[in-house]
């Protein structure tokens, strides 16, 4: 059933009373763009900035920045390109901004943090995502990692104000930012949950240690309230901002239906998973989506939500 419906995909996700979900790549720079396009994304749901200048010890100019954002905004033509703002730290260092000595690296200042530490790198950042959206014709929003807090979000907001662009948003991928979205909400445009990050952080769990994989698996009940919560934010009185995913729980295909029917209005993944995400979205409603949601969020554990979903999803038998 799998393989007749993968060659069915247009690159749109919908469910199958039509609910459009549109499904966007992960990218890390034009040559990955290119291929996503390839691939029927429908635009890209992170660029991640620090996978094009990986290893650095000096940090880019503007013009060679403005070079590598304006490759991926130009595989896309008119469509939509979240690019996230440096998110250097344990995993993917920058000597110019990170500090290899952290006893504690997933704790420490990485992401929009370094802002604190290195100022300036994330204002020329932005003095350059602006410069490369200027005669693009890509639909660019712009979002930072690592947001903890309200305070953070309203002068991340400010400075992309400052640098002339229109769309800020923020990750929500810290537990404090989730719970605290409606606020957040007021002074962004948009969120995207990472799920990575937001699941490491949920369980206390380092996302690098295999011993610890079965903690830290997004199907986690605590994870998916805190999704729950996060959208509940967005569209809470006075607002309606779409809240995306763009960690790896989107390229699940039986958690990329629990995340519709959280609300998640984009997926956005590595843009080999995009035919099969794309599939079974097709397979069931979004009121079936809905209740998948609530069997996941009612089960005692991450397996046990696993398992109740997918085994009401015929098309993965
Ligand atoms: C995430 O944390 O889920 C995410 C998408 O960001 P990264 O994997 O780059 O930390
Ligand atoms: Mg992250």
Redesign the pocket.
């Known amino acids: 059933a799998m393989a007749s419906r993968l060659s069915d995909f247009d690159g749109n996700g919908r469910t199958a009373d039509g609910h459009l979900v549109p499904l966007l790549a992960?990218v890390g720079g034009a040559k990955d763009a290119v291929a996503a396009a390839a691939a029927g994304a429908q635009g890209v749901g992170?660029l991640?900035t620090e996978f094009c200048f990986l290893g650095r010890d000096t940090e880019p100019s503007i013009e060679e920045q403005v070079e590598a954002y304006r490759g991926v905004f130009d595989a896309f033509g008119g469509k939509k390109v979240v690019i996230?703002t440096l998110?250097a730290?344990a995993?993917?260092p920058l000597p110019f901004l990170t500090d290899a000595t952290e006893p504690n690296p997933a704790l420490g200042v990485r992401g929009y943090r370094t802002d604190w530490t290195t100022p300036g790198v994330l204002d020329r950042q932005l003095a350059a995502i602006a410069s490369a959206t200027e005669g693009s014709a890509a639909d660019v929003w712009v979002m930072a990692?690592m947001i903890a807090t309200v305070d953070e979000a309203e002068h991340f907001a400010s400075m992309c104000a400052s640098a002339g662009l229109k769309t800020p948003g923020v990750?929500v991928?810290i537990p404090a930012a989730a719970l605290r979205s409606e606020l957040i909400f007021e002074h962004v445009e948009f969120a995207?949950?990472?799920?990575?990050?937001?699941t490491?952080y949920t369980m206390a769990a380092d996302r690098q240690l295999g011993p610890l994989a079965a903690l830290n698996s997004p199907w986690q009940p605590a994870v998916l309230q805190l999704i729950g919560l996060t959208v509940a934010g967005a569209v809470a009185e006075g607002h309606d901002k779409p809240v995306g995913v763009?960690?790896?729980a989107a390229a699940d295909p039986a958690l990329a239906v629990v995340l519709t029917g959280l609300g998640v209005s984009t997926l956005s993944m590595t843009s080999r998973a995009l035919a099969a995400v794309a599939a079974v979205l097709a397979s069931v409603t979004l009121d079936q989506a809905k209740d998948l949601a609530q069997l996941a969020l009612a089960a005692p554990t991450a397996a046990a939500a696993k398992e109740s979903v997918r085994s009401r999803l015929p098309v993965l038998a």
């Open positions: 992960n992170l991640r996230r998110d730290g995993d993917k990692p990750m991928e995207s949950i990472g799920t990575n990050d937001l490491q763009c960690g790896e």
